[in-house]
C-alpha cells in the first residue's frame, strides 16, 4: 500500500517544544560516582540535550546520608550527594530531585526493594524525617545558591501506590508528602516540590485534593507510565494482588497510541498545574528485547509526536544499561531499560532521540492521504524541513513495509536533501553483535565494530521539485524510523 502526506512549508506552524529533553532517568544515585555512569550522561546531555537527570536512592544508606551514632544522636553527611550534584552542575546538567528511600536510622521497618535494598517503610519519626529535609535543603541552598536550588525539582519518594515501592497506604504517603513539602519550604517558599510520582498515572485527582483541603503546597504533578501499564491502567481501581489473580495474562498486552491516551487524561486531571511524566519507556518489563531494538525507537517517534503540548516534561527510562535494580546485567544487549548499553553504545532508541535533538522548533501541519501504521512528523528551523517518519503498530499486528509519498509546496528549485533510516538493517548494533556471536564480554575489537554499526547513515535522497512544489519518495519497513532532511 502507498501511503501520501501533504504539506505546505510557507504556512506558518505551531510552537514545537522540545519537552522530552527536560529529563532523562537513571539508576540509583550511587552509581553517579562512576566514571563511567558520569561519561555516558555527558554524553548524553551533549548529544540528545538532557537538561535534568533524576534518581532513585538519593538517601539510601549506602549513600551514607544518615548514621546513628552510639548514643541515639543523628549524624547528617552530603558528601556524596555533593559530589553528584557538582558533577552534574559541571556538565550543564541539573538534578530533578527524588526524596527516597528511607534510610534505616530513620524507617520503621525493615521491608527494601531491589538488589541494592533500598528501605520503603514510612519515618519511625517524622520529626527526625523532617529534620533530615531541612537540613539537606538549607546545605543545598548554601552550597549552590537559592536561584539556582530553586530552578531545580523536589520530588517526594516514587511509585508510591505500589506496594513494591510504599509499605505504607495512600493516606501515609500524604502524611509523608506534607511533612516533606513543609520541611523544604521552611527553607525557602519558592523551592518546588511536587508529586505523587506514581506508576499508572495514579492518584492524581486524589494528590491534589489532598493538597486543598490540608493547605499543602504542590507545585507540580508528577506520575509514571508504560504502555505494558494498559491492563493495569484499565484496572486501576483493583489492588495489585486483586490485578495479578484475575488478569496477570494480559500483563505486557496495549492498544496502540495508548500512551497518549494515558497523558490527556492526566493532563485533564493535573488541571492548570505543571504535569511531569518523571519516568517512561516503551516496556515496564526487564529484560525485554524490544529496548535494543528499532520497534523502541519507532514506539517513542509515535509517542512523543502524539504528546506534543501536553506535558512540561517527559522523562525516559532511563539512558544507560547501567542499572542494578535487579542486578548488573553483563550482556551487552540484554533488553534494558537504557537509551545506551552498558558499554555506552547507542541503540536505537538513542539514535531516534539524536533525531529528535536537531529538529526545529515549529511544527508543520500534515495531511494524510489514507490511514496505514506510517504517521508523520514535520518541522521547520530556519533554512531547513525535517521529515520524521515512523512505522508503528503494536505486537502481533499485521504490519508492513509501506511505500511513503510526501507532496511538499514551497520549495526552491535548488533544495537538496538527505535521507536517514532506522530499522532492522539501519543502526541496529545488536545485530551486529549477534553476527559476532553474542559474546558476553566483548573485545575492543568487537566493541569498535559493534559501535560503528549503531551510527546513523546520511545519504542523498532526489527531491523532484516544479514551480515549488516538491515530491519525496521511499519504503518504510515495519518497525522503521525515516529522517528526510531538506535544506531549502
Not at 504556512?11 to 562512576?34: D, L, Q
Not at 547528617?76 to 553528584?84: P, V
Not at 508528602?177 to 511536587?194: H, P
Not at 511513503?404 to 545485530?431: F, W
Request: charged residues 20%; proline residues 5%.
Amino acid at each position: 500500500m502507498t501511503v501520501e502526506f501533504s504539506l505546505d512549508t510557507r504556512i506558518k506552524g505551531t510552537p514545537f517544544n522540545h519537552y522530552w529533553e527536560h529529563c532523562v532517568g537513571s539508576c540509583h544515585a550511587i552509581m553517579g560516582t562512576r566514571q563511567d555512569w558520569r561519561e555516558q550522561l555527558a554524553k548524553s546531555h551533549r548529544e540528545l540535550g538532557f537538561q535534568f537527570v533524576r534518581f532513585h536512592g538519593l538517601l539510601n544508606d549506602e549513600m551514607s546520608i544518615v548514621t546513628k551514632e552510639r548514643d541515639g544522636s543523628l549524624r547528617f553527611s552530603f558528601f556524596n550527594i555533593d559530589s553528584i550534584f557538582d558533577f552534574l552542575l559541571s556538565i550543564g546538567m541539573k538534578p530533578f530531585i527524588e526524596l527516597g528511600f528511607m534510610p534505616e536510622a530513620l524507617a520503621s521497618g525493615t521491608t527494601t526493594c531491589f538488589h541494592y535494598k533500598g528501605n520503603i517503610t514510612p519515618p519511625a519519626d517524622y520529626d527526625q524525617w523532617a529534620d533530615l529535609i531541612k537540613t539537606l535543603t538549607r546545605h543545598l541552598v548554601d552550597r549552590y545558591g537559592l536561584p539556582e536550588v530553586r530552578s531545580w525539582f523536589f520530588e517526594v519518594w516514587n511509585e508510591p501506590n505500589l506496594k513494591f515501592f510504599f509499605d505504607g497506604t495512600q493516606e501515609e504517603y500524604f502524611k509523608l508528602y506534607r511533612s516533606t513539602c513543609l520541611a523544604i519550604k521552611s527553607i525557602d517558599s519558592q523551592l518546588r516540590v511536587g508529586g505523587p510520582a506514581t506508576s499508572i498515572n495514579a492518584w492524581i485527582p486524589e494528590m491534589i485534593s489532598y493538597c486543598q483541603q490540608t493547605g499543602t503546597p504542590l507545585d507540580f504533578v508528577s506520575t509514571h507510565h508504560y504502555p505494558t501499564d494498559d491492563p493495569l491502567w484499565k484496572n486501576s481501581d483493583l489492588s495489585m494482588e486483586e490485578f495479578f489473580a484475575n488478569f496477570a495474562d494480559q500483563f505486557g498486552t496495549y492498544e496502540r497510541g495508548i500512551l497518549h491516551k494515558m497523558t490527556a487524561k492526566a493532563r485533564q486531571e493535573a488541571g492548570d498545574l505543571p504535569l511531569y511524566y518523571t519516568e517512561w519507556n516503551t516496556s515496564a518489563v526487564l529484560p525485554d528485547p524490544i529496548h535494543d531494538e528499532s520497534y523502541s525507537a519507532a514506539l517513542v517517534a509515535k509517542t512523543l509526536a502524539d504528546n506534543d503540548g501536553l506535558v512540561q516534561g517527559y522523562s525516559f527510562w532511563t539512558f544507560s544499561d547501567l542499572f542494578e535494580e535487579g542486578g548488573q546485567f553483563a550482556a551487552p544487549f540484554h533488553g534494558g531499560f537504557g537509551l545506551q548499553n552498558i558499554y555506552g553504545i547507542p541503540k536505537p532508541t538513542y539514535r531516534l532521540f539524536e533525531m529528535l535533538h536537531g529538529l526545529g522548533d515549529e511544527r508543520l501541519e500534515v495531511s494524510r492521504g489514507n490511514g496505514s501504521s506510517v504517521e508523520m512528523l514535520a518541522v521547520k528551523k530556519p533554512g531547513e524541513i525535517t521529515l520524521l517518519v515512523y512505522n508503528h503498530d503494536i505486537p502481533g499486528s499485521s504490519i508492513r513495509q509501506e511505500e511513503v509519498i510526501i507532496n511538499i509546496a514551497g520549495l526552491a528549485e535548488t533544495t537538496t536533501a538527505t535521507i536517514s533510516r532506522i530499522d532492522t538493517d539501519h543502526a541496529n548494533p545488536k545485530q551486529k553483535w549477534i553476527e559476532l556471536g553474542s559474546p558476553d564480554y566483548p573485545d575492543r575489537k568487537e566493541l569498535d565494530q559493534i559501535n560503528q554499526s549503531s551510527q546513523i547513515v546520511k545519504q542523498p535522497i532526489t527531491v523532484d521539485v516544479k514551480n515549488g512544489n516538491g515530491t519525496v519518495q521511499f519504503k518504510i519497513p515495519e518497525h522503521g524510523v525515516v529522517l528526510i532532511k531538506i535544506v531549502k
